[in-house]
């Protein structure tokens, strides 16, 4: 009678099954497929941000546009100097330019949102401030009132 | 006469499957960047119209003053300060309550009033920004703390509301001013 029972306990520990194994590595693969974000604008100017503790995330990507400013990267330093410059989308701009890229962000998107929408200052720490001003400036002439200082987390002041 | 080739089409083998998942995987891990934007949130003031007429002036006491130079130096109410102390002096300023005569009436009447010159480096401006915010977030922590035993984030819309009450974040920027740009 007992050796009915006992038959089971032959062969030690059975080898897990990887058979499942593409299917997790997929699943995971199909989850940084989706979540990556590859950049989409190829950055022309030399961007480091200040650090800062208050900061604040921007919650809605769709909603921010971004305006760079910083000295041109070493590989066009030789063409356009090491002047700090402002790039919006792909190409070098200027003051005058921001008006004209405000309004196409906004056509860009639904009419209700454009009152959410967030200009993202994303400039370089050895900037002046003479031509962040000129920015703020003509953001407020074309009334995107909602700005915000890129900035990295950390503590500088008091160094910790 | 050749033989015909009888074609079977075999199975193909699947093992190799998990393997180019996880080339793709390791790519894709690679080349995610999870990082979030964060940065100092700010709103601009509309630009005024021109029909409208200046606003009252405001007590001098009730305005904290806050001068940086083009050589990254900062004024403070008059006086040359370091900007690690900027947070205890405006907190000091806002929390007066009228104490002190050279210092606030009450923080919601109280404004803080930044000025930096075009020569600033944003480095230095954003240093400033952020010991000012820092100052009213503390502030508003400790409100929050007695009233509610919570930190202000954590409160509900309505709390929130009430706490930005007793300490309204008035940081006015005045235009920039250009003596330092010829340094």
């Given at each position: 009678m ?6 089971k ?6 080898q ?10 997929f ?15 190829s950055l022309?100017?030399k ?6 503790t ?5 919650e809605?990507k ?12 070493k590989?066009?330093a030789t ?14 701009a200027?003051?005058?330019n ?11 998107r639904?009419e ?10 994303k ?5 002046r401030?003479g031509?962040v001003?000129d ?5 407020r ?5 909602k ?7 950390g503590d500088e002041?008091?160094?910790? | 006469m050749?033989?015909k ?19 793709l995987?390791?790519f ?24 409208q007429?200046?606003?009252p ?20 109410e008059?006086?040359?300060t ?14 007066n ?9 009450s923080p919601?009447?109280a ?17 400033v ?6 100052a009213?977030n ?16 954590k ?8 706490i ?6 008035k940081?006015s ?9 010829t340094?």
């Amino acid at each position: 009678m007992m050796h009915k029972f006992r038959k089971k306990k032959a062969g030690g520990t059975p080898q897990i099954s990887t058979a499942s194994l593409p299917d997790i590595v997929f699943m995971l693969l199909f989850f940084f497929m989706v979540t990556t974000v590859m950049r989409e604008t190829s950055l022309k100017v030399k961007v480091q941000r200040p650090a800062a503790t208050e900061i604040q995330k921007l919650e809605k990507k769709s909603l921010v546009s971004y305006i760079y400013i910083g000295p041109p990267i070493k590989m066009l330093a030789t063409l356009y100097g090491t002047e700090p410059r402002i790039q919006l989308d792909d190409a070098f701009a200027t003051v005058d330019n921001i008006p004209e890229f405000v309004e196409k962000e906004r056509k860009a998107r639904n009419e209700a949102e454009v009152p959410y929408m967030t200009m993202s200052l994303k400039v370089d720490k050895e900037v002046r401030m003479g031509i962040v001003s000129d920015v703020k400036q003509e953001l407020r002439k074309v009334n995107a009132l909602k700005i915000n200082y890129s900035t990295r987390k950390g503590d500088e002041v008091s160094g910790k | 006469m050749p033989k015909k080739k009888i074609r079977v089409s075999s199975d193909i083998n699947a093992g190799s499957m998990a393997d180019i998942a996880f080339l793709l995987l390791i790519f894709f891990l690679v080349t995610t960047t999870m990082d979030v934007d964060t940065g100092i949130s700010i709103k601009l003031p509309p630009i005024p119209p021109d029909d409208q007429e200046p606003p009252p002036p405001i007590k001098e006491r009730n305005v904290f003053v806050v001068l940086v130079n083009a050589r990254d130096q900062l004024l403070v109410e008059g006086e040359w300060t370091n900007v690690n102390t900027l947070r205890t002096k405006t907190k000091k300023f806002l929390v007066n309550n009228g104490i002190d005569p050279n210092l606030s009436d009450s923080p919601d009447v109280a404004v803080v009033s930044l000025q930096n010159d075009r020569g600033t480096s944003y480095d230095m401006y954003i240093k400033v920004q952020n010991e000012l915010k820092a100052a009213y977030n503390e502030l508003r922590d400790d409100a929050a703390m007695n009233k509610y035993g919570k930190k202000f984030d954590k409160l509900n819309g309505e709390q929130q509301k009430e706490i930005r009450g007793i300490y309204p974040q008035k940081i006015s920027e005045a235009e920039p001013k250009d003596v330092g740009s010829t340094l």
